[in-house]
C-alpha cells in the first residue's frame, strides 16, 4: 500500500523522454535519490519513502527509464549508462540540489557505481545493496566474460536475443510472475537448466511474506501490463557498454 504524502509528478529527463518521479518528504529537504533495480518500481523504495519523510529527508524514488509511468524507448540502444546516468544527472539537476545521497539496488545499484565514476560532483553519498562495485575485467567484455565461465545458459545470456525472453515472460500472467519472485526460498540459480523456463527454474511456491499484500502485487502486476519487460531486459542488452560489468554471483536473483 503506498504511503501517505507521497507525491508524484513526470519530469522531462532527455528529449521524448519523461521520467515518473514519486517523492516524499519536505522539498527543502536533503534529497536522497533512490534507484530500484529488476524487475522493480520506484514502489518498491515506499516503506523507506516514508522512514526517510519523517526524518525531514526528501525521498526521491523514480521508475527507471522503461519502467512502471516512465517513458520506455523501444530500441535496445536507448538503455545504455550513459542514457541511464543521464536521466538521473537530469533528475538532480530538477530537484535544484547541488548533491544528493544515492541509494541503489541490483541494476539501480549499477547505475549507481556509474554515476559516481562518471558525476561524483553530483554525489554527497552512496548507499548500495546487492551489486558490488566491479571494475571491467581486461579478459573481456561483461558477456564474454559470463560466457567464457558459465555459457550460453546463464539467465543474463538467455535474456539477450530481443523478444525471446519476452515470450517466454508471456507464457505467465504478472500476478503469477510476482508472487514467484517474491516468494523465492532460495537464490536463484544462474544457470538455467534448457527444458525450464527462468521463472520455473526459481524456488518459490508462490506464497509471499507477510510484508507484501494482495495490494502489492496487484500494483506490480498492473504497472509491469501496461510497459512489458523489454525496457527493463534491455539493461541486460546493454551490459557490454558499461564501464564495469555486473559481479553475477552477487545478483538480486541469486
Known amino acids: 500500500m503506498e504511503p501517505e504524502g507521497v507525491r508524484h509528478r513526470m519530469v522531462e529527463v532527455a528529449k521524448g523522454v519523461r521520467l515518473h518521479v514519486a517523492e ?134 538467455r535474456f539477450q536475443e530481443p523478444g525471446v525472453a519476452e515470450a517466454e515472460f508471456a507464457l505467465y500472467d504478472n500476478s503469477h510472475k510476482f508472487k514467484t519472485v517474491f516468494g523465492m526460498r532460495k537464490p536463484a540459480p544462474p544457470i538455467l537448466p534448457k527444458d525450464k523456463t527462468f521463472f520455473d527454474s526459481l524456488d518459490s511456491d508462490g506464497t509471499c511474506p507477510p510484508w507484501l499484500s494482495e495490494e502489492d502485487i496487484s500494483y506490480y502486476a498492473d504497472k509491469f501490463e501496461k510497459t512489458g519487460f523489454t525496457g527493463g531486459l534491455n539493461y541486460y542488452r546493454c551490459m557490454d557498454l558499461y564501464v564495469t560489468y555486473v559481479p553475477f554471483s552477487l545478483s538480486w536473483f541469486y
Open 24 to 157: 516524499a518528504g519536505p522539498e527543502d529537504g536533503p534529497a536522497v535519490l533512490l534507484v530500484h533495480g529488476f524487475p522493480d518500481l520506484w514502489y518498491g523504495w515506499r516503506h523507506q519513502m516514508a522512514a526517510l519523510a519523517a526524518r525531514g529527508f526528501r525521498a526521491v524514488a523514480p521508475d527507471m527509464r522503461g519502467y512502471g509511468d516512465s517513458d520506455a524507448p523501444p530500441s535496445a540502444g536507448s538503455y545504455s549508462i550513459f542514457h541511464l546516468v543521464g536521466d538521473l544527472v537530469a533528475l538532480v539537476a530538477d530537484l535544484g540540489q547541488p548533491q544528493v545521497f544515492v541509494v541503489g539496488h541490483d541494476w539501480g545499484a549499477l547505475v549507481a557505481w556509474q554515476l559516481c565514476l562518471l558525476r561524483p560532483d553530483l554525489v554527497r553519498a552512496l548507499v548500495n545493496l546487492s551489486v558490488a562495485y566491479h571494475p571491467r575485467s581486461s579478459e573481456g567484455s561483461p558477456l564474454q566474460v559470463i560466457r567464457a565461465l558459465c555459457g550460453e545458459d546463464h539467465y543474463m545470456c
